[in-house]
């Protein structure tokens, strides 16, 4: 029995499944384990990794779309626009990790709401410390896409019950540290100091990335347990929100370290 660090993922059954991205599996397995009541039924096609390929590429091309756009919009727009886009890309995140039904409109939303926040943040990064850290931040969350699809294609790190339970509880407690810092912050000058530029933010913002990393490995195996189970092709737009939250989260602290590597 597993289940994922992404709560997205929280309708799949919770059989096993590793490292194949089949197409062809056979359907019906959904409901069998775990009982997964709210999952989307198969009333059409079951779903495929083309269907993923294909979603994930649109949500990231919107994303990477306003985000451009708010970037080259940029000046005061960025100050402007990259606290109300947090607010509104929380709210739909949970809506989409809530909502029963799978709403490709949502997942859409979210990632056009997260391309202009990414889009303020990128330009707000770019002014405060180079141009250049923008592309070096998207390479760096690429390449570790990437190198994490391929450690898991290869099984070099199998997806385990004992690794899923580290990697869930290390995203926790980093998430639980940012939010105790940020409290922190309103009668400590620079909080806990895991976001000050020090060596303890450094080492920090290089924890974060490890996990995220690791979390893409469950994403990865979630996604194929979810086509091996034969649901139905709509809930690849989960999927694809699932990654996209993962890829916004390890670009934002790659960012934040080459930020802290590059301050003057």
Not at 63 to 82: C, E, R, V
Not at 124 to 140: D, E, K, S
Not at 208 to 221: R, T
Request: charged share 10%.
């Amino acid at each position: 029995m597993r289940t994922s660090s992404n709560p997205a993922f929280k309708n799949l059954p919770k059989g096993g499944g590793y490292a194949n991205f089949n197409y062809g599996q056979p359907a019906g397995a959904f409901g069998t384990e775990g009982q997964a009541t709210t999952a989307p039924q198969q009333t059409g096609r079951p779903l495929s990794i083309d269907d993923i390929v294909t979603k994930t590429a649109t949500t990231l091309a919107i994303t990477i779309g306003t985000g451009a756009a708010t970037y080259i919009i940029g000046g005061a727009a960025s100050w402007g626009l990259a606290l109300p886009a947090a607010l509104v890309g929380f709210v739909l995140a949970l809506a989409n990790i809530f909502k029963k039904k799978v709403s490709p409109a949502l997942v859409i939303a979210y990632a056009a709401v997260e391309g202009v926040f990414l889009g303020a943040v990128s330009h707000l990064f770019a002014t405060m410390v180079n141009p250049g850290i923008i592309m070096q931040a998207i390479a760096g969350t690429m390449g570790v896409f990437a190198a994490m699809l391929v450690v898991y294609k290869t099984g070099a790190i199998r997806v385990t019950p004992k690794l899923t339970k580290w990697v869930i509880g290390a995203a926790a407690g980093a998430v639980t540290l940012m939010l105790v810092n940020l409290v922190a912050g309103f009668f400590v000058e620079g909080g806990l100091g895991i976001r000050d530029g020090g060596p303890l933010a450094i080492g920090f913002s290089l924890l974060c990335i490890g996990i995220a990393a690791f979390v893409f490995l469950l994403d990865f195996d979630e996604a194929d347990r979810a086509i091996k189970s034969g649901v139905d092709a709509r809930f690849s737009w989960y999927i694809a929100f699932s990654l996209m939250v993962t890829l916004v989260w390890l670009y934002l602290e790659i960012l934040r370290l080459l930020s802290y590597l590059q301050s003057d």
